[in-house]
């Protein structure tokens, strides 16, 4: 099974500045199979990105994934009030884990 | 409209059962692979079920293998859990997930809005 590490645990930011979220796998993605969701408080997750950089209906584009093979990155040019959340990244091809989570808060 | 809604979430005692339900619409329901995640208060998410479009193959992680099953009904559009033998450490929000096709590889496209179940004496 993939061994997922998301960094860093926590980002603290400011609105307005760019958070770089990291997605680390352990073996290689197949196929650039890799997926972000975004989870706020007492809420279900959302899904952000799919296929390493392609966003889900409704994303707004300040959010952008890249990436290839066992390094991954999620984007946010400019962090807007609702974006402060924790993000999650999936390995959806060949693994059915989930990172641990990096929580975005406000500095 | 996609809409995901589960219903079942309970106080259960250990060694107990309980059954999810998660009615679907807004989209064709025998179409589409369909999985449960869950989360333990304060953790992440565990990805632990899941069920291809037909119904045909079925996933369930070790964590829950014997105990937990999955099913569905395309007929009625809903996707069922039957668990079993519960423990504490079931102790979680489930919530109910659609497959971006049907049959893997796929990604969770939309999610319920979960469901808690507490297992304690």
């Known amino acids: 099974e993939i061994v997922l590490t998301q960094s860093p645990g926590t980002l603290s930011l400011s609105p307005g500045e760019r958070a770089t979220l990291s997605c680390r796998a352990s073996?290689?993605?197949?196929?650039?199979?890799l997926a972000w969701y975004q989870q706020k408080p007492g809420q279900a997750p959302r899904l952000l990105i799919y296929?390493?950089?392609s966003r889900a209906t409704g994303i707004p584009d300040r959010f952008s994934g890249s990436g290839s093979g066992t390094d991954f990155t999620l984007t946010i040019s400019r962090l807007e009030p609702e974006d402060f959340a924790v993000y999650y990244c999936?390995?959806?091809?060949?693994?059915?884990?989930f990172g641990q989570g990096t929580k975005v808060e406000i500095k | 409209e996609v809409q995901l809604l589960e219903s079942g979430g309970d106080l259960v005692q250990p060694g107990g059962s309980l059954r999810l339900s998660c009615a679907a619409s807004?989209?064709?329901?025998?179409?589409?692979?369909m999985g449960w995640v869950r989360q333990a208060p304060g953790m992440g998410l565990e990805w632990f079920s899941a069920i291809t479009d037909s119904g045909d193959d079925t996933y369930h992680a070790e964590s829950v293998k014997g105990r937990f099953t999955i099913s569905r009904d395309n007929s009625k559009s809903t996707l069922y859990l039957q668990m079993n033998s519960l423990r504490a450490e079931d102790t979680a929000v489930y919530y109910c997930?659609?497959?971006?096709?049907?049959?893997?590889?796929?990604?969770?496209?939309?999610w319920g809005q979960g469901t808690l179940v507490t297992v304690s004496s």
């Open positions: 999936q390995p959806y091809g060949n693994s059915r884990t």
């Open positions: 296929a390493a950089s």
């Open positions: 073996q290689s993605v197949s196929s650039s199979y």
């Open positions: 997930t659609k497959g971006s096709v049907a049959r893997r590889p796929y990604y969770f496209d939309y």
């Open positions: 807004g989209f064709t329901f025998s179409s589409y692979a």
